[in-house]
């Protein structure tokens, strides 16, 4: 599974993306944070507070209780400020 | 019509104005960075791929709600300075009230539903611009 992240996340994670291969008892987007949190610091730092945190699976935007379940690319950022 | 530009190219409005210029109606909406608090530059982040499709969407979504004639989103990204303009909304329709609400809603759920982020410099320092609770409350009124 490809990882992306984006602005701030980004920074304190420390790279834009990264493979992973989870768990099979990883099934969430907030379960997947846990579990990056709990193997690294850099990660446990970026992902510090999830209601700070958004996600998108295969690019489409979702809430972090969404499932991962055959995703092949999850992203993970702060709440978008463009425009 | 719909056209989706996300680039570091500069806006060109007129160019823009006249791609849309298809029927009865033109509106829209030209976004330039502000230089509050001093902020001297102003960088754009997106996510490659997924921020085109986003805007596809909307203005797919617009074009269908208000049976708009044409749709256009260019948004900038990388470094920008203010009075630079960021972005660029604009609509085309038979008559002026599609041609504007369509144009509304199109930067409102722009600031919602396309994944960019801004990261400001002021007195050399940068920090990433926080999003404000406004923007939400300003897309939701379209649902």
Redesign the interface.
Same mark, same amino acid.
């Given at each position: 599974m490809r990882l992306l992240y984006f602005a701030w996340v980004r920074e304190r994670v420390g790279v834009g993306e990264e493979e992973v291969s989870p768990p099979a008892s990883v099934t969430t987007v907030a379960e997947l944070v846990a579990w990056l949190a709990a193997a690294s610091e850099r990660h446990a730092a970026a992902f510090a507070e999830p209601a700070r945190l958004r996600a998108a699976v295969d690019q489409a935007f979702v809430s972090l209780d969404a499932s991962i379940a055959g995703a092949r690319e999850v992203a993970i950022f702060p709440p978008v400020t463009g425009g | 019509m719909i056209r989706v530009a996300v680039s570091p190219a500069v806006i060109d409005v007129a160019a823009e104005l006249e791609v849309l210029e298809r029927d009865g109606a033109v509106a829209s909406f030209t #976004?330039l960075v502000r230089g509050d608090d001093g902020v001297a530059t102003l960088e +754009? &982040? %997106?996510?490659p #791929? $997924?921020t085109e499709? $986003?805007l596809e969407r909307l203005a797919a979504a617009a074009s269908a709600r208000w049976s708009l004639t044409a749709a256009t989103i260019v %948004?900038r990204i990388g470094a920008m300075a203010p009075g630079e303009r *960021?972005?660029f909304v604009g609509t085309c329709a038979p008559h002026r009230c599609a041609a504007l609400e369509a144009c509304a809603y199109l *930067?409102d759920r +722009?600031?919602?539903? $396309?994944?960019?982020?801004?990261?400001e410099t002021v007195n050399g320092a940068s920090r990433?611009? &926080? $999003?404000r609770d406004g923007?939400g409350e300003a897309a939701a009124r379209w649902e």
């Open positions: - | #976004g +754009l &982040e %997106h996510y #791929g $997924a499709a $986003a %948004h *960021i972005v *930067i +722009l600031k919602t539903d $396309a994944p960019f982020w801004k990261r990433w611009v &926080e $999003a923007d």
